[in-house]
């Protein structure tokens, strides 16, 4: 049985600095991971193929050349093989074009699939729409925000627990189908360096766009419905104060005219209404 | 147009059955498509063959004009027994109010759900010009496939030039769904939304968790589409005088269009929620804030002010504070008047959720943490003891109040 | 060259010193000023300063000395044996000198250079370093120093400052005065290795300004140090023979030794180290790896296996004892998240971690030997854990240093019911032939008392942690008897007794199990000769 996972690299978020001046990303230095949620998504891939073994996982990315470096992450941590859709008539593509591109690379070199996960969405563009475009593309049922998945007997159907406001559903979908998953292991999993090094031995396959039968209109910024028209820095506190140094008792009596200025009251006996 | 290939298909009926136009009939065992094909895509999902697909063509700037009007997705929650519009909802409307202002065009609501349906007439009270009601036993709860059916219908039918969403669990999973059904261009999570002088929709989005903003348009396809956060337009609008027009609008849809089944559900009490939804003041303990003496401290404050307390992700991770209590990425999204952010580092995942409040008070030990870039008073410190002190001076007004001392220097920096 | 003139700074005024008088008010405004990491106190102190300057450091100086009064220097506390603890007199915080004064490279040695202040912290050097960022230097008006910048700036190689001695909030002076060392000693030696000089001011208020390479000891083994006024303060190296494991107790010496080596890790019993020059080293990108082994023998085995095989170049040898595992374990199951780490294997019967050199995108990366090395010890490397990005990377050091904070934790539950409770820590290093000697007193000794003990640390220096967690009053007595004993051979074994923690007020008494009387003599008088008085951080290494 085969099991896609569509994966994607994104910068490690926590360390995206902002060129003030210039408005533009500081990149240099920043590690590029594997997107946690996609991790997530392989995390129950492996479970799955844990208690079904005859499932074949295969790590799909679109992405540049360096994006082999999320395959090799996936492949450690128990991918069975990986395809990287690159081309650079595939820069600039939006949520639209990339699910569409990678459609066509599911079509193309897993044929047989019966089971699509992604993660709910990546860090760095956050749009969470790839996934249930690329569902539709497809013709696929989809479930998302999911945290746990089995595989009913005879691997008709899958059965998944999902998050939802407020709480959590069990949801269930015939195969083939997609998922999209918000939660996987608690812990991130470490592979042993056996591992690592096996997943060097790997062959990471690469196809570009004419592979994939698509046409230049078709993927990219020239494939896409959205143009980003400006990038800026979101707008900054200018007189944002800081203060530093303060003993405890001046900091509170700081804050607390400052709440004064505000025009909250702050008698311990009256409350703040509207 | 809707192609069909016979080698694929076994004449089930199954897409004749799901055609809400009645535009495909099997015809000797063969499906035969009309001119009523709205190219709607319903068909495509319940074929279990894969014999049918949909080739569509680039539209051009005259058929694009044909796309007229501002359409808001009212969704609904269940409160009460009765269906009734979600918050985020009115703010759509304000917005969208202002939109169709602008293009002088009119602003429709459309609803999905069943029978508890509620009467909907405030929804024009907060700004549409019509409400459609789309009404369906098998809408009564979400669904990918049935709502996104009953949605990609309607608006092939009325044909608006934007479509908004809100940016909810539910609303996230079904505009993508639409906009590929469709092929629209589609912009997640809108924090900006306005006409520009060729009358296109530019919406405004943070990327990179909020490190970037990025304006986006959609100049070839219609309608254009978006989901807007929550809590980030204010909805101001509302005139109760303004006449309601809610319509019924026919729904086709079968059980074999839905493909995914409910099997149980499990929901929280969500008063929590709706208080920090709702909360003027936010008191809120990050991991520099997590002793038990310290969320006391944090809370009594909340309470002191009369407003509410939330947490970053790793105290409801260390299974010190609820999952309801979480502001963030991975939880509820804010905008009151004051937050107070107790010992939170600000990671782009919690600013994501906060950034908007009207003013930030930011008590950290680490002066580089990246929370006091986007605090209005940034004070480096213990947020335990400084909250101790807070406490205190809320109990003795200080002499000085009064004065407009607190802008004086005091021989402390003034970060930019 | 073995004579060197000191030279006196400019001038200042002693009333502009920022200070604060009495101790009542250094107690209510600085209590941290009272202990170090050691936890130790001792009587109260009047006076405490914050000079900014070698100026206002020399007015001090010479103040105190004046009235004769002795000082003690403090850098950023972190010390383990109480070194900046005051026993009376003046504490002398260097927390205002604190700037980076250049990067620059060293043509001759072909290699950057940071020049920094003795209170810059580590961690910031690190981050400097690794960013090419210097906030210190930015401002600068001197050209060559923004030259300098500039083309470190330009770069593309990444650089790090190589000895790690895990407290990265350590001052750069004090792990100078120290000698620090840590994990990556095992590859990179000490702090000494790294330093290319420094500026020290001695009890004259002078600074003696001292690069390495320059000033050697006379072929008797002498110094001679003038100062500005002319007066001479002859030094004679003692003749004692170093152990040959790393060490932190008693004074450097050795023949044709270098006057930098005498001051490094001399624990400022000669002079305050003002600025340093420190040397740095090109990154290469590597992967960590935790590997597994079905017991604490094999452990050790696979630790001599992997450093006798001189294909491997390992930046460190740590290990984690098998009770040490278990520990580990109570914590997982308690919260996993408080490790970090996915479930430790059930079969892992102890833990080797080591770093390895490794380009995450090579094509067909060939680590045949390490193979070939672990498989010969009976390990494999499919029992393990690895990592390589830079978040890994942090997690796996994370992990590594878990282990004492889960033992202060364990303890400090204890110290309830016993408040007097403490836990007994070895810092014993032997040399390589006495590791197993050394793990089989341990271990046998210590089961046999019936303790809680764990062992952890720089296995690949035959340093162990061995950390002992009594249960009660009884146990910690009986527990400082083994510790002594314990101490006794190691030295015997021709180890140190102090590795890496330095002997302070704290072990000032373990120095005779290492040294002999005429040899800590000796010492003795390295230190009359250049601080007379004995005016300079009294207590330490001499007992009072």
Known sequence: ?274 | MLLIDPQKCNACKLCEHNCPFEAIKIVDDQPEVDDSCTLCGSCINVCTRGALSIKRRIVSARELAQYRGVMVIAECELRDGVLQPKKVVYELLSKGRQLADKLREELVAVAMGDERMASLDTLCHHGADRVLRCIHPLLGEFSTDGFCTVLSTVITRLKPSIVLYGATPNGRELAPRVAARLRLGLTADCTGLDIDEQGQLVQTRPAFGGNIMASIIAPNSRPQTATVRPNVFTADYLDPDRPVQVQKQPVHLSKAAIRTRVVSEIRFPCEEIAKIEAARIIVSAGRGCCKEKDLKKAGLLAEKLGGAMACSRPLVEEGLMPHTCQVGQSGNTVCPDIYIAAGISGAVQHAVGMNSSKTIIAINEDPEAPIFRIADLGIVGDAGQILSALLDALHTPSPASDSGQSEAGRGVGIAD | MHEITSSLPPACDFNEVRRVEGFDRIREQYPDFLSDESKLTMGPFDLLFFPANESELSAVVKEMVRRNIPITVAGARTGLVGGCVPPEGALVSLAQMSKVLAVYHAPYAREWRIRAEAAVRLADIDKMAESKRFPDLEKSQDPFVIEQLRLYGGEQQRYFYPPDPTEMSASIGGSVATNASGARTFRFGPTRDWVRGIRVMTMTGEVLDIPRGKYFSSPSGWFTVYDGKGSCYPVRIPDYQMPRTKNTAGFYASPHMDLVDLFIGSEGSFGIITSVDIALLAWQPKCSIILFTESDERALHLVETLRSDKRLKLDFLEFYSSSAMDLLRDMQAGDPRHVGMPAIPESAGAAVFFDVGFDPLEEKPDFRALEESTASAGVYLADSWAGYEPRELARFKAFRHLLPEKITQVLSERKKTYPGLHRLSSDLAVPDEHLFDMWRLYRTQLDQAGFEWVAFGHVGNNHLHVSTMPRNMEELERGLRLYAQFAQKAAAYGGAVSAEHGVGKIKSKFLAKMYSADEINQMHAVKTALDPDMLLNPGNIFAA
């Open chain 1, 1 to 274: 049985m085969e099991i896609v996972v569509a994966v994607k690299q994104v910068p490690e978020i926590s360390e995206v600095k902002i060129n003030r001046e210039t408005g533009t990303l500081i990149r240099e230095g920043v590690a590029s991971i594997l997107n946690p949620f996609c991790e997530y998504a392989l995390d129950h891939a492996v479970r799955l193929k844990a208690a079904n073994p005859e499932i074949r996982i295969t790590a799909l990315s679109m992405g540049p050349p360096q994006a082999r470096a999320a395959l090799l992450r996936a492949l450690e941590l128990g991918a069975d093989r990986a395809i990287l859709v690159c081309d650079r008539k595939f820069a600039g593509a939006d949520t639209w074009a990339t699910a569409l591109t990678l459609s066509e690379a599911i079509h193309q070199f897993v044929p047989g699939y019966k089971l699509i996960l992604v993660g709910k969405q990546a860090i760095d563009g956050d749009t969470a729409q790839v996934g249930p475009e690329l569902a539709e593309m497809l013709s696929l049922p989809q479930i998302s925000y999911g945290i746990e998945a089995e595989l009913t007997a005879g691997l008709k159907r899958i059965r998944v627990k999902r998050e939802i406001e407020s709480g959590y559903q069990i949801m269930e979908a015939r195969l083939p189908a997609l998922v999209s998953f918000s939660k996987g292991e608690v812990i991130r999993r470490a592979p042993s360096f056996k591992e690592i090094l096996g997943a060097r031995a790997k062959q990471i396959k690469v196809a570009d766009a004419s592979e994939l039968g698509l046409a230049e209109k078709e993927v990219g910024l020239s494939g896409s419905h959205t143009h980003v028209v400006k990038i800026f820095p979101p707008s900054q506190k200018v007189h944002g104060r800081m203060l530093t140094g303060l003993e405890a008792g001046e900091a509170g009596r700081e804050i607390c005219l400052f709440l004064k200025d505000r025009g909250i009251p702050t008698d311990s006996d009256m409350r703040y209404r509207t």
